[in-house]
């Protein structure tokens, strides 16, 4: 499991506004997991009868900016996202991600509600890089140089993107404000994807044998209350291809926080894979339901009774 405790600047208040913020605050989730939960290899690169299938890296970037707070960028690359996340993968296979590998644990995040908003509170917007990698033979220490410098760019495009947005002409309108945010997210992918493909592509490409540079997917969520999640996700229903995102998950059923379910698509080079994430609170990932107990014909309320018999024809 991996714990990203990435810290912000957080504006400052009058203590009067401070204290209606704190009050505003529906929740505050002190921990929110990105779980990189299983793979399913659509269509493997290395499927050849004299190969071993594909071996795929997720590595993964932390971020995270507070619109109209200047020096709040933090963005992180986790070393450990280098590990192997799947091996050995071929057409049609579906492999479990270890959370050794695949689970990332958010801290300190604050979720704000509409009267937060109006009295001053700005929502972050936090999120991760992820890019799929089909690994061969470039050194490790190599494709760790290149994430840094990746990292580095990617903090450039956010800082200048997401902090400078004009908070406070939004703040009465959590439409238009939620809207903004959608719009800073893909302008951050459209600004930093390409300088991120020529880095990784040019530094892979300068060792025989090299791994190959198969897709990105960034993640942008905003930690709200119920009552203004309805427009965060609105509002990310149509980003372009490769951004996933909308509201952080905060409804609680029976003391629980329901995770939200995505589907990231990775896709080139002659590779398509797609990887099961779940976003949800605490720091344990998402686990499996356990399966439904067998049918008590004897108490009929207790598992799910068998379909009935197919009629036999003459």
């Not at 900016?65 to 050995?88: I, Y």
């Not at 902090?163 to 703040?171: F, G, I, R, T, W």
């Not at 600004?191 to 490409?205: Q, R, V």
């Not at 203004?228 to 229903?237: I, K």
């Amino acid at each position: 499991m991996r714990r990203n405790h990435l810290t912000t600047t957080k504006p400052r208040r009058s203590p009067i506004v401070a204290a209606i913020a704190a009050m505003a605050l529906l929740a505050t989730a002190c921990e929110t997991y990105v779980d990189h939960h299983s793979v399913l290899a659509v269509d493997a690169q290395e499927n050849g009868f004299f190969e071993d299938g594909d071996e795929l890296i997720l590595a993964t970037i932390d971020f995270r900016s507070t619109p109209g707070v200047a020096g709040s960028t933090v963005v992180h690359f986790n070393n450990g996202s280098l590990d192997k996340a799947a091996t050995g993968l071929e057409d049609g296979d579906r492999r479990t991600i270890a959370n050794s590998r695949g689970l990332y644990v958010f801290d300190d995040i604050t979720v704000v509600g509409l009267p937060g908003l109006l009295s001053g509170t700005s929502p972050e917007i936090i999120g991760q890089l992820v890019i799929a990698i089909e690994n061969d033979l470039t050194p490790r220490d190599l494709i760790k140089d290149i994430m840094e410098d990746v990292r580095d760019e990617l903090g450039l495009q956010i800082a200048a993107i997401i902090e400078p947005l004009e908070v406070a002409d939004l703040l009465a309108d959590p439409a238009a404000l939620t809207e903004s945010f959608a719009a800073a997210s893909a302008a951050v992918q459209a600004a930093a994807e390409p300088s991120l493909i020529n880095k990784i592509l040019i530094g892979l490409s300068s060792f025989g044998n090299p791994d190959d540079l198969i897709d990105f997917n960034f993640l942008f969520f905003v930690p709200v209350t119920p009552g203004l999640a309805g427009f965060v996700d609105n509002a990310f229903a149509d980003l372009p291809a490769g951004v996933v995102g909308g509201a952080f998950p905060t409804t609680v059923v029976d003391g629980e926080i329901v995770p939200r379910r995505l589907v990231l698509t990775f896709q080139g080079d002659g590779a398509h894979y797609e990887v099961t994430t779940y976003v949800g609170g605490g720091d344990a990932g998402f686990i499996v339901p356990p399966p439904p107990p067998p049918w008590d014909p004897c108490n009929p309320s207790v598992g799910i009774p068998p379909p009935p018999p197919r009629p036999v024809c003459p």
